[in-house]
Nanobody, 125 residues
C-alpha cells in the first residue's frame, strides 16, 4: 500500500523560506515521478513541481520557477520542496503525489495515482 506523508508546513513571513518533505513508501518508484501540488483557498488544486525518481528530470509550474526547487533523497525515499521568496499568494495546502510515467517527466495535466494528505503552508504579509 503506497503511503505519501508530507511534513514541514507552517507559518512563514513573506520573503521567507520553507522546505516541505514527503516520505514515500509501499512500492518501488523506479518508473514513477513524484511531485507537489497545492490547493489555494477557493481554487482548484494545481501542479507545482515534479521530479522523476530515476533520472531526476524536473518540471515546474511557472509560479514555481526560480523560487522553488524539487529534489529527492533516494536512500530515504523522500521528496523535498524548497520554497524561497515566499509570497502570501503561495498560501495553500501542499500535497505530495506519485504517478507512473515510465520514467518520463510528469505531464502537468495528469493527476497523481497516489496522493498524500497535505500540509498547510501559510505565508503572512
Amino acid at each position: 500500500q503506497v503511503q505519501l506523508v508530507e511534513s514541514g508546513g507552517g507559518y512563514v513571513q513573506a520573503g521567507g523560506s520553507l522546505t516541505l518533505s514527503c516520505a514515500a513508501s509501499g512500492r518501488a518508484f523506479n518508473e514513477y515521478a513524484l511531485g507537489w501540488f497545492r490547493q489555494i483557498p477557493g481554487k482548484e488544486r494545481e501542479f507545482v513541481a515534479s521530479i522523476t525518481w530515476t533520472g531526476g528530470m524536473t518540471n515546474y509550474a511557472n509560479s514555481a520557477k526560480g523560487r522553488f526547487t524539487v529534489s529527492k533523497d533516494n536512500a530515504r525515499t523522500t521528496l523535498h520542496l524548497r520554497m524561497n521568496a515566499l509570497r502570501p499568494e503561495d498560501t495553500a495546502v501542499y500535497y505530495c503525489g506519485a504517478r507512473w510515467t515510465g520514467g518520463e517527466p510528469w505531464v502537468e495535466r495528469y493527476d497523481p495515482d497516489y496522493w498524500g494528505h497535505g500540509t498547510q503552508v501559510t505565508v503572512t504579509p
